[in-house]
Structures are given as structure tokens and as C-alpha cells.
């Protein structure tokens, strides 16, 4: 079974997680924007990790869950940098995230290939953040897809749009699985088309679930296979 984890981040901010002991590299999971660790998607990977004896990591991104800080206050910067901390902290992993945690973990591969040596992006919020500010009500309030809505600091905006998105896929020498719902009302699926496109790393697979949600919940326990085989290509 799991076992909880804190991983102190200094200025009083920390991550908090859950660790599942086995072979590398060590699958490491990442939940959506206003979400948490324990989810459909988190859990089927664990039971998978659990089967195939590998190791498993799931935390709470920064403003979320029981990690520090506050939802709306907390740049996409800093959840990048954190992410980083944790996979220099894990050594070699296959990173999968799903909607801002695909971003997050994208963004982390790119900065640490020695870490990532996997990635799974689950109908991944590229151009979510970017263009965030296009998305809030009239009071500044951002609504997430599960009907949560909270305000979003105007220096959260300036550093979303200031992070380098377009470089991205040039950017990633890591064997990367896109998933992604053509029923998907959050991040169209040419989101993931287009960035399978401009994927220069030839060991990459795109999965267009047909009528498939954002969530994609439905399927979950379909991807670990899928990305397990790309992997071992």
C-alpha cells in the first residue's frame, strides 16, 4: 500500500503525496486544475503500479489537497518548479498528468530529460493558462469543469502568459502518449493534434478516445498498457 509523503518545498510551502515502493522508473502522477492526488485516474495507475511491481508517486500540486498554498495565488512557475524538486528527488520516472497537470509535467520533462524518462499527457490544458485570462467572469472568478470557481491574482495571469508554450514540443526528447477525448468541452482534442504535430521526438503515439470526456475516466485503465508499450519500443 502507499504510504504518505511530504516533500518540504522551503518558505514554508511543501508538497503532500502518497509513495508506493517498487522497480523504476517510478510512475509519478499529476491531477487537474482544482483537483486533488486521490482520483479515478490516480487510483487505476496505482492498482497498475501495484500489479506490475512498479514504484508510484502522486502528489497534490501547490494550492491544492493538503500541499501548501492557495488555489488562484500560486503562478504556473512555481508548480513547474515544483515538479522538477520532486523528480530530481525520485531520480528516473514516467510522468503522466492530466489536463494542468499534463502542462505541469510537460513543462518538467522538458526541464529535467535526465528525471523524465516517460510521459503520458491525459487531454492536456495547453493554451489553457496562456489565455487564462480570457476565461474569467466578470468578478475575475475562474470556474473549473466540476463547478468550482475562485479568483485568479493578477501576477498568476502575467506569469501564465509569459511561459514559453510555443517551443514546447521542440523542446521534449522524451517518448510521450497523448490521450485525448473527441467529446472533450474543456481543451478541444486539437489541442493534442496539433501538439503531436510539432512533436520532434519520433517515439509518440496519439490516442483520440472516440466520444471520450475530459476526465477520461472511462478509459484509464486502458492507458497504462498503451503507454507501458510505447515505452518499451
Not at 22 to 33: S, W
Not at 43 to 50: E, G, I, K, V
Not at 184 to 195: A, C, L
Request: charged share 20%; proline share 6%.
Amino acid at each position: 500500500m502507499p504510504r504518505p509523503f511530504r516533500l518540504d518545498l522551503g518558505d514554508g510551502h511543501f508538497l503532500a503525496g502518497d509513495e508506493l515502493a517498487g522497480a523504476g522508473p517510478t510512475y509519478v502522477f499529476l491531477h487537474g486544475l482544482g483537483s486533488v492526488r486521490q482520483g479515478v485516474k490516480s487510483t487505476s495507475l496505482l492498482a497498475h503500479a501495484q500489479r506490475s511491481g512498479r514504484a508510484f508517486v502522486r502528489v497534490d500540486l501547490r494550492g491544492h489537497g493538503e500541499s501548501s498554498g492557495t488555489i488562484g495565488l500560486v503562478k504556473l512557475s512555481a508548480l513547474i518548479d515544483d515538479v522538477v524538486r520532486l523528480l530530481q528527488r525520485l531520480g528516473p520516472s514516467v510522468v503522466v498528468g492530466s489536463s494542468l497537470g499534463g502542462l505541469v509535467g510537460a513543462m518538467a520533462a522538458a526541464a529535467c530529460p535526465q528525471q523524465a524518462v516517460g510521459l503520458g499527457l491525459l487531454a492536456p490544458a495547453f493554451g489553457l493558462m496562456n489565455g487564462l485570462a480570457d476565461r474569467l467572469d466578470a468578478h475575475g472568478q475562474l470556474r473549473t469543469s466540476d463547478g468550482r470557481s475562485f479568483p485568479v491574482a493578477a501576477d498568476v495571469l502575467a506569469d501564465a502568459r509569459a511561459i514559453d508554450e510555443r517551443s514546447l514540443p521542440r523542446r521534449l526528447a522524451v517518448p510521450t502518449l497523448l490521450v485525448h477525448g473527441t467529446a472533450d468541452d474543456v481543451i478541444p482534442q486539437q489541442v493534442s493534434e496539433r501538439f503531436f504535430q510539432a512533436l520532434t521526438q519520433p517515439q509518440k503515439e496519439l490516442w483520440l478516445v472516440p466520444g471520450g470526456d475530459h476526465r477520461l475516466a472511462d478509459v484509464a485503465d486502458a492507458i497504462w498498457p498503451r503507454l507501458d508499450a510505447l515505452l518499451a519500443r
